[in-house]
């Protein structure tokens, strides 16, 4: 155990040197000071404190089929929570025959149909967001089938607990724009389209047709294969994506936007556009220098951890006013733009959408390494004194409440990195724990294989091995275990599982890139 206190010791004593710098960036105070975390989990704090899950015994229906495909066919505009149209489903049932389809949708909107391989069903039961029908003709085992289900309604919105605003709209003022807009983590899809929210049941693929008003824009996953015009001076936009995705990661933005395209140049001649739907073009003058950052962001993650998962589509960022960013695959929504934020956004797309956490349990893995990211960039893009910075405050917002307006601190050991309530919403996106203490644990795990080559062979490793799917941190371990070569369970058992951090006095010397340190006996930690 005291091997493993003092890594945090010498963490808060030396960090890492930057591998390359641009004088000309000077960081500003949000980048350093935890706007881009609190930003982040804010987003989603905003939505509700807690939601009532589904059923045991709807989840143990809905494990009987695995999703393989979804398609969004909708009206959405820019200045209205109404949605209306259809989501086909195609899945494969299990090692049983399949008699009746399960799946969640908010009783706030309305079913008017579904058909299932063509035949319609009766009535649905809905009990809250649960609903299930009876399939006219079961479905054999192991088989492909084919669900429509078509609906209309508005979401619902509110501060309720139970209500997750995960489909919103409003009037931007500094703009003069209207947008609306989706953001459906944790558990909140089923507000605007219907869906099974199982974590570990990645789509294989999607599409996402929008019909709206011109001159709305929609921004959505994957790739926009065409734009079709319709009557009523409408047009319906149509996205395509091929890789697998998270339930909560489908998205959509709708507005009047204006494009703005920059490109990230990866190895061996890859090309990855970064399409940025922008309010207009005030707001592209008052953001560009800060979008224009996106390009080197990717290419230095992608000499890090292995190439952006999603190159064969595109990166983006689609404007909408939820005051922080929320890393919808392949094209973040996004406030507005600071170095930290664009970066810690953008970092998801390796730790969260292409390997998914497979709880919330270990949201972590999400977002610990999202915030990282921050850390890598501002190494490898800004300043040794500004990553250095970034990670003494990560350190001091993990042992300290500290108040945004008297700057007064109060210490603050207790809580892990595990989140021990998946339902609380505030829990899992606990800014301290989830992003800075998680952050700190993944710097933890660099200085305890002091080796960077290894380090960054490891997240590489991970990103491969469970490329398209969710991982656990057992796997995680794993990985780094393979690299150590010898058992970390200790560490992970003391730094994820575990509460509180150590706190003494220490003698400690540096001379160059070395640093002694010595501890008197240790008094125990916090509980």
Request: hydrophobic share 40%; with cysteine.
């Amino acid at each position: 155990m005291t091997r493993f206190l003092l890594f945090w010791v010498c963490l808060l004593v030396m960090g890492h040197k930057a591998s390359a710098q641009r004088p000309a960036y000077r960081p500003v105070a949000a980048d350093l000071h935890g706007s881009a975390a609190r930003g982040c989990a804010e987003t989603r704090l905003r939505t509700s404190v807690r939601q009532e899950l589904t059923t045991p015994a709807h989840r143990r229906l809905m494990d009987r089929y695995d999703v393989k495909y979804y398609k969004l066919d909708l009206a959405l505009e820019n200045n209205t929570r109404a949605v209306a149209g259809s989501v086909r489903l195609r899945a494969r049932s299990g090692g049983q025959i399949l008699d009746v389809l399960a799946f969640e949708l908010h009783p706030a909107l309305l079913l008017d149909s579904v058909l299932v391989n063509g035949r319609r069903t009766p009535a649905p039961r809905r009990e809250a967001g649960d609903v299930s029908v009876t399939l006219p003709q079961a479905v054999a085992a192991n088989s492909l089938f084919d669900a429509v289900i078509y609906y209309h309604g508005t979401a619902p919105n509110g501060s309720s607990a139970a209500i997750g605003n995960a489909l919103d709209t409003r009037y931007v003022p500094r703009y003069d724009v209207n947008v609306t807009w989706s953001l459906s983590e944790p558990f909140h899809a089923y507000e605007w389209w219907p869906c099974k929210q199982v974590l570990t049941d990645k789509a294989d693929s999607t599409d996402v047709w929008i019909t709206t008003k011109n001159p709305n824009k929609v921004g959505s996953n994957g790739v926009l294969t065409r734009v079709v015009p319709l009557p009523d001076n409408r047009s319906r936009y149509e996205w395509k994506s091929r890789h697998p995705i998270a339930y909560y990661l489908v998205s959509v933005a709708v507005g009047p936007y204006l494009e703005y395209v920059n490109f990230a140049n990866l190895p061996g001649g890859v090309r990855v556009p970064i399409v940025n739907y922008v309010y207009n073009q005030t707001a592209l003058s008052d953001n560009k220098t800060e979008i224009d950052r996106t390009p080197a962001f990717m290419e230095n993650f992608s000499a890090l951890v292995g190439p952006y998962p999603f190159a064969s589509e595109k990166y983006g960022h689609s404007m909408a006013p939820i005051g922080g960013g929320m890393e919808h695959q392949t094209m973040t929504t996004q406030d507005g733009f600071n170095f930290t934020l664009t970066a810690h956004e953008l970092f998801h797309q390796w730790f969260g959408n292409n390997v998914t956490c497979a709880s919330w349990e270990d949201i972590w893995l999400n977002e610990g390494f999202a915030s990282y990211g921050e850390y890598l960039s501002l190494q490898a893009l800004a300043t040794p004194e500004a990553a250095r910075l970034w990670l003494d405050q990560a350190h001091e917002q993990v042992q300290f409440r500290i108040d945004r307006i008297t700057g007064n601190r109060t210490d603050t050991p207790g809580g892990s990195v595990r989140v021990p309530d998946t339902t609380s919403v505030g829990r899992i996106f606990d800014q301290r724990l989830s992003y800075k203490k998680g952050a700190a644990v993944v710097h933890m795990l660099r200085y305890l294989l002091h080796d960077d080559v290894k380090f960054f062979r490891a997240l590489r490793t991970f990103q491969t091995t469970y490329a398209g799917r969710t991982a656990r941190t057992t796997d995680l371990q794993r990985v780094f275990e393979a690299e150590a070569g010898r058992s970390l369970g200790g560490f992970f058992e003391q730094w994820y599982a575990g509460e509180g951090y150590p706190i003494f006095s220490v003698r400690w010397n540096q001379v160059g890139a070395i640093c002694c340190c010595k501890p008197p006996k240790l008094p125990p930690c916090p509980p």
